[in-house]
């Protein structure tokens, strides 16, 4: 085998490991049972509010997560009817989705944003990554 032959099959191993963590840390994301028009609606807002508004403060974020109610509210009734989630671990589900959106939006670790799921005026983190 040739040097290049090689070294592009070392870059492609590498590309597809690095795929497959990001993938694992936006967990939310990848799950299947999950997965339905409703849901990806609602990440679609989610990501394209953040990236729209260049969400890097703090209101642009509650801001844009204000936008998707309407796509929140059809995901919520998406998950009840086909009942995939207790009914009490709907919202804990949808804070998990909006911390992994606000993460790769960030281009951190879900770890990093726990807790700014709820994003509500009065449960500010204590500081924005940028």
């Not at 597809?16 to 694992?24: E, N």
């Not at 990806?40 to 642009?60: F, T």
């Not at 671990?89 to 990093?112: F, S, Y």
Request: include cysteine; charged fraction near 30%; aromatic fraction near 6%.
């Amino acid at each position: 085998m040739k040097k290049t032959t090689l070294i592009n099959l070392g870059g492609a191993v590498l590309g597809i490991g690095v795929a497959v963590l990001l993938l694992g840390d936006n967990a939310p994301f990848a799950d299947k049972k999950f997965q339905s028009v409703a849901h990806g609606a609602y990440v679609d807002c989610l990501m394209q509010g953040y990236e729209k508004g260049g969400a890097k403060e703090w209101r642009l974020l509650l801001k844009s997560y204000r936008g998707c109610k309407g796509a929140e509210a059809a995901y919520k009734s998406d998950l009840k009817s086909r009942r995939v989630l207790p009914e009490k671990k709907v919202m804990r589900h949808i804070e998990r989705l909006n911390e992994a959106a606000i993460a790769r939006h960030l281009g951190v670790t879900p770890e990093a944003t726990k807790g700014w799921g709820c994003l509500t005026p009065k449960k500010k983190p204590e500081r924005l990554v940028s």
